[in-house]
């Protein structure tokens, strides 16, 4: 099939696809007059990669987990090719995705915090004391 129908097939666009082959995520041959040819199971390959991609995981990660993307997304699940370096990716990838989340925790209680600092300003305080009253409570908390 050609890059046209295995967007179509995929939901996915051909400059995704164009980008999966650059990453060494999808594999195509080239017909005779140069476009990008790819077979069937190219369709459970780009529906995995899309799987991972959602589930936080770069390309780098998923080039770890190769051999398996060719399956069918239920058989992927139990592909056996690498399951301790494909279980250490997902924890490490866990543990940025936990690091990030705390950190915009920490700014949305910041910003809770000044919302809340200039909701009960004086409305005769210029917003640039409002806003270094709040740093100083910052520092001093």
């Known amino acids: 099939m050609l890059i046209g129908e295995l967007a179509e097939r995929t939901g996915v666009s051909r400059r995704s696809l164009r980008y999966y082959e ?11 007059k140069g476009w990008r040819a790819y077979d069937e199971s190219a369709v459970n390959r780009v529906r995995n990669v899309q799987e991972l991609l959602a589930a936080g995981l770069g390309t780098q990660d998923i080039l770890q987990v190769a051999p398996c993307l060719d399956m069918k997304t239920q058989e992927f699940m139990a592909c056996q090719d690498s399951p301790a370096e494909t279980l250490a990716m997902c924890e490490r990838r866990l543990a940025v995705v936990e690091e990030k989340a705390a950190e915009l925790d920490r700014y949305r209680s910041r910003l809770v915090a000044r919302i809340a600092q200039l909701r009960a ?8 004391e409002v806003l270094r009253r709040a740093e100083e409570t910052d520092r001093a908390g």
């Open 22 to 32: 650059q990453q060494g995520l999808l594999v195509t041959s080239r017909t005779a």
């Open 121 to 128: 300003a004086d409305p005769d305080t210029e917003l640039g």
